[in-house]
């Protein structure tokens, strides 16, 4: 099986190019789903019909379903929230913060997560297409079983015998059924884990970041590019939309030079991972014959559902009073070079050339300390202020 997940800044063309990839999976005789988690709802825009929050079939081998928060959480979610609300209300917790406490954080992408653990262990389809919301939501459905391991921790510190134990004892004397809430709990947490492992497995599993040849387009596609490498997900293709063909014309020619730069530098920041381009339709694009269209082109001669590139550039380890983080940075031809950090910003100064790259996070809280570069491996020290 595979699961193609499209990520990028908002309307970049995520809902268009995932379409047009679906469409063109299900031409090829895959049995494919694709799954909009976006709550905007703009894949039933796109595909220009009515969709459902459950897979419906619309044309041979290919199925749709516009994934609802509230449809899914009333489906699976429902029983798992009554139970945290009488865990917190039994730890004495007033009823209003109980309620509000039983609602986790990123349950609702949780949500989407079961329906994939369900496709996943029932084989339904061959080929999962994943349309995701604008860039941050996705990162955070992404780490989301760690947050939610985190958040049991916290909440749960004597750990889960204690609840088990206590759970019986409850049921006898208040008839409170904890224990069996526990035991569900649980169940819902393998199934997050399962899901969590599809998705790091890139045998399974690819991303493909959508762009568009503009400046914070790019800036946002490589941070979330380093992110998604540092979760250890496998970004197998770029893709880039809406570019506007070379042509004379007075008012486009600024334009059109500008994106040219565009397309160097993502050229450059992601080699080796394969860049489709989209050319800009000229109009809105809706509608199969449309998406179908740009289906037949966009990955040329290649099967879109197979997997372009299996790469870990991004490696990171502990050392005393920091990490170490190495990186492929393959525009670094020469050791000659500068390098500066701001926040999360790596700034790589190559004969009077400026580039960027993108660190973790939490490289906003540390400083440089020591370099070193291997082509085309930079490796850098970051140790606490
Ligand atoms: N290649 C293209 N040429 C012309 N218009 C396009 C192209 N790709 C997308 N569009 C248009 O751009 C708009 C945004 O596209 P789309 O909905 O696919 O983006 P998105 O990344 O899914 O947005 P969101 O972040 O809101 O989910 C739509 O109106 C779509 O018709
Ligand atoms: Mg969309």
Redesign the pocket.
Known sequence: MRIIL?T????????????ATAIQCAKEGQKTLII?T?P?H?LS??MDMDLAPEPIEVSTNLWCMEFDVYYSMKKYWGSMKEMMNAIFKFKGVKDVIAEELSVLPGMEEGAAFLWLEKFYREKTFETIII????TGETLTLLSLPQVIKSWMTKAFPGQRFAIRTIGKVVRKTTGVPLDKGYDEMQDLFDKLELIQEVFLNPEITSIRI?ANPERMVVQEAKRSYSYLQLYGYNVDAVIV???IPQQDNVWLNGYIEKQAEYLDEIEESFEPIPIFK?????????GVALLEQ?GATLYKDRKPSDIFLVEKPIEVETIENGYRVKMKIPFIKESDFKLRKFGDELIIEINNRRKNMFLPKFANYMKLDKHSFEAPYLTIDLIKE
């Open positions: 499209f990028g800044k908002g309307g970049v063309g995520k809902t268009t190019t995932a379409a909009s976006d905007a703009s825009d796109a349309d995701s919301a604008p959508v939309n809406r570019v989209v050319p800009h339709q000229g109009k809105e694009v809706f740009i």
